[in-house]
């Protein structure tokens, strides 16, 4: 059958194939004004208002980083992403705010000094600890000995030597622990730059991640919701979990603790200031913004859901873990065999690699 242009429609691809040229000859034109600009300032520096610099940011999203480097611009890609970095943190400054009046802190010898007394001497009490300071000429309140061994989770004498250690009580737990987290990240909306909050929840044993929750705003109501979810008894992701690790933070409320023990999931709160107590979810957060969150600029929260899903994916099936023998948590079938050619595959605009043989 032999397709034949109507008039009207032969008239539509010469007027489209004119509007392509034509705009090809005013991006040539821009271009050539842009770089006779750049010869004529030399190697002058161009100084941008944060307001100029906000508009470049956002105007490159629509176009994209490939078509960006394929321009004669005024900025670089990354440079773009160093402005969004440096605005970030512009919005979380407030050393101007900060008090110098205050208690001094307490040196970092005796901190150190303080922990290995109470380590290496399950029985001593804070007022020994306190003696045993003054002997190597430190004099500080028991008061304060005991404040240090909370702030890093080492209980009282009588507690300290009937307990054992984090590592023995993550151990004995491995198949039913896991840790909840939140970190944040900072995205352009219509009404500027606004917090997001992202909390993740880990299967410690298998550094499974569960992308649980991505809001701007929480609440009682909110958190409840989501212990609901991850306690459902067909797909919750703690519906086999006995413990689960978290820190003090006041998104973890009363209400989100308490459906969790209903659920009997019992919640280990961490000592206040003890990350390390929580070491595998911290792993996790600088990872996924090392290698993804901070490398990227986010308009509305469905770009960041969707690098985080992206992520989540690539965190699974394509990133060798250290923690388990540099091993991938959930490799797909069929790839990873020694025949085959190599291949690479790409996520988020080539951010994530993987390097594999296809087997096919």
């Known amino acids: 059958m032999k397709f034949i242009l109507q008039p009207w429609q032969f008239l539509f691809v010469l007027l ?29 520096r161009i100084l941008l ?22 321009l ?21 400054d407030y050393s101007e705010k900060r008090k110098s009046v205050g208690r001094p802190h307490i040196r970092q010898v005796i901190v150190d000094l303080i922990l290995k007394f109470a380590k290496e001497n399950p029985t001593w009490g804070y007022n020994r600890i306190q003696g045993a300071l003054a002997n190597v000429g430190y004099k500080i309140s028991d008061t304060t000995v005991g404040n240090i061994l909370k702030a890093h989770g080492i209980e009282p004498a009588p507690n300290r030597q009937c307990s054992g250690s984090w590592s023995t009580f993550l151990k004995s737990h491995w198949d039913v622990l896991a840790a909840i987290d939140f970190t944040t990240v900072e995205v352009w909306t219509k009404h500027g730059l606004v917090t997001f909050y992202l909390l993740f929840a880990m299967e410690l044993k298998t550094r499974r991640v569960h992308f649980t929750a991505c809001s701007p705003g929480l609440g009682d109501e909110y958190m409840r919701n989501i212990a609901v979810g991850l306690t459902d008894e067909i797909d919750g992701f703690l519906k086999e979990k006995k413990y689960v690790i978290m820190d003090r933070d006041a998104n973890f409320s009363s209400a989100f603790r308490r459906r969790l023990e209903i659920c009997d999931v019992q919640p280990v709160r961490l000592p206040p200031k003890s990350p390390n107590l929580n070491a595998y979810m911290e792993r996790f957060h600088l990872s996924i913004k090392s290698e993804c969150l901070d490398r990227m600029i986010f308009f509305g929260e469905r770009s960041l859901r969707r690098a985080v899903d992206e992520y989540i994916s690539h965190y699974h099936e394509e990133r060798n873990h250290q923690g388990l023998q540099n091993e991938l948590i959930e490799p797909v079938d069929g790839i ?17 690699k993987y390097y594999y043989r296809n087997a096919a």
């Open 336 to 352: 990873g065999s020694q025949a085959g050619k190599i291949e690479c595959r790409e996520r988020l605009g080539g951010l994530l």
């Open 72 to 92: 004669t611009t005024i900025v670089t890609p990354d440079t773009l992403l160093r402005w969004h970095h440096d605005l970030v943190a512009k919005k979380w």
């Open 49 to 70: 208002t944060d307001n100029q610099r906000r508009v470049l940011a956002v105007k490159s999203k629509s176009i994209g980083r490939k078509t960006l480097m394929e």
């Open 16 to 44: 489209c194939g004119w509007v392509h040229q034509r705009q090809s000859e005013i991006i040539e034109f821009q271009n050539a004004q842009i770089t006779a600009l750049l010869e004529k300032l030399g190697k002058k």
